[in-house]
């Protein structure tokens, strides 16, 4: 079986999830094939940066000069591609149509693909700004390709959401917290877009609200393919999806994974030396770390709350974010941490192991929360779908979303009485690469009768 996996990116989170399915799906004696908008790519698996060209055995065996020739026209369209990307994404800021441009791109890669051959085409987040999505479905429909999406987040069956939670804000004190027959979630979606409360947060448009456009447009182009099948990394999400346009479709609850090959305690004291240094972690002294990490920071992914949290905490806690802007660094408050965006897992299990304590406000951060747990480190999340799920009263606890009273005290009492370490490692176990793989092998063998 041919499998090639469609990704915005090739090493964040649900990058690295991709790429683990194209190793076991090798592993298994298939071939895989990971397309990616940006990132670094691993060098283990066969993977194309989407606009760059895939060279077959016959081409690559050319005379040299037009080998020469042909590289030189490679790397022009490889730098057209990332200069379109953020023009599509800029444009996207302004209009609010991500995923609707990046014609010529979209068009060079399903020439790659065409190569390929791939029996199957396993799709994740689309809206990272790589891809014309029209362009893509129609590709898969037209030659009638078996497809599995998994939806990592709500962008797929709305106008542009990646979540539909509103954001709540911080607080310190019972009387100021959210009133409780408020929805905590837009259902919109559920129905049909438009006038989106959620206009401004990325990736939607800050300028132009065109939910009900996108939503219309996502509706035709989604029902339009004939063999596909979605996957969502919890209940929650798959609960989701049947109330929306999608139900139609079968949904597959396949739990996010952790490779714990790359992802474990690190005892290298190297390693953690230097990790330190880079990140100023050994400017710490005697405070304890309490780690967070996002995709991207904003208000919605919790940053507001790691300030309101850090000021909580005081002197003897350092909240540190991975995954910020230098802008954002630059205004954080004194007494945090800003680390800009690490890809490497060494340097990652690193920073887990030298944290007391993991905090992931963001309800979207699966990733991080079994990251963390199997490198040994408790964690604490708002009770907020779909993290709850992977978590134990023996790894770690959960806080009413935006009560930083709550999540301060509860800080405060893990590091005073951890979690045991190997129950968090335990725990990460029942999420490896390898056992959740097999549930997408399954799949696609059912797909496409190989």
């Known amino acids: 079986m041919r499998i090639a996996h469609i990704h915005g990116t090739a090493d964040r989170a649900t990058g690295r999830y991709a790429a683990d399915l194209c190793r076991h799906a090798i592993a298994a004696g298939h071939k895989a094939l990971l397309c990616y908008g940006q990132g670094v790519a691993p060098t ?55 995923g609707f441009y990046s014609a010529h791109t979209t068009r060079h890669l399903i020439r790659q693909l065409e190569k390929f051959q791939p029996d199957l085409v396993h799709l994740h987040s689309l809206h990272g700004g790589f891809l014309n999505v029209p362009i893509l479905i129609d590709y898969l429909r037209e030659n009638d390709i078996p497809a599995v999406w998994t939806l990592h987040d709500s962008w797929g069956y709305t106008g542009h959401c990646v979540s539909t939670r509103f954001p709540i804000k911080p607080y310190q004190h019972p009387q100021d917290a959210p009133d409780t027959a408020a929805a905590a979630c837009c259902s919109q979606w559920q129905k049909g877009c438009e006038d989106c409360p959620l206009k401004g947060m990325p990736p939607a448009g800050y300028v132009l609200d065109q939910s009900n456009k996108n939503y219309l447009e996502k509706w035709t182009l989604f029902t339009s393919l004939r063999r596909l099948a979605l996957a969502a990394p919890s209940r929650w ?101 800003g680390i800009p965006p690490v890809e490497d897992a060494a340097e990652l299990s690193a920073l887990y192991t030298a ?88 799949l696609y063998r059912q797909m496409t009768g190989c």
């Not at 037009?66 to 730098?79: D, F, T």
């Not at 050994?282 to 919605?300: H, I, P, S």
């Open 237 to 337: 999400q798959s609960g989701e999806i049947k109330k929306s346009f999608l139900s139609a479709y079968p949904v597959h609850t396949l739990p996010g994974m952790v490779n714990m090959a790359a992802f474990a305690p690190c005892g290298d004291e190297r390693t953690m030396q230097r990790t330190a240094i880079r990140y100023r972690l050994d400017t710490l002294e005697d405070r304890r770390l309490v780690l967070c990490l996002a995709r991207q920071w904003d208000d919605r992914s919790g940053l507001a709350d790691l300030k309101a949290l850090a000021a909580a905490l005081g002197g003897e806690y350092c909240v540190a974010a991975v995954g910020l802007s230098a802008k954002q660094i630059k205004a954080l408050p004194e007494g945090m941490l």
């Open 355 to 442: 944290a007391d304590l993991v905090f992931c406000p963001d309800p979207l951060a699966v990733s991080t929360l079994l990251e963390a747990m199997a490198c040994g480190t408790q964690v604490l999340c708002y009770a907020a779908d779909p993290l709850p799920e992977y978590l134990t009263a023996q790894c770690g606890e959960t806080v009413a979303p935006g009560d930083i009273s709550a999540a301060a005290h509860t800080v405060r009492k893990l590091c005073t009485v951890p979690k045991d370490p190997l129950a968090c490692m335990e725990q990460a176990a029942q999420y490896t690469s390898g056992s959740c793989a097999e549930g997408y092998l399954a």
């Open 44 to 98: 283990d698996i066969p993977t194309l940066r989407i606009g760059d060209t895939l060279f077959t055995p016959v081409e690559l065996s050319r005379d040299p000069f037009r080998r020469g020739v042909g590289s030189v026209l490679a790397k022009g369209r490889s730098l057209a591609a990332k200069a379109g990307s953020l023009l599509h994404r800029g444009l996207g800021c302004i209009t609010d149509r991500r």
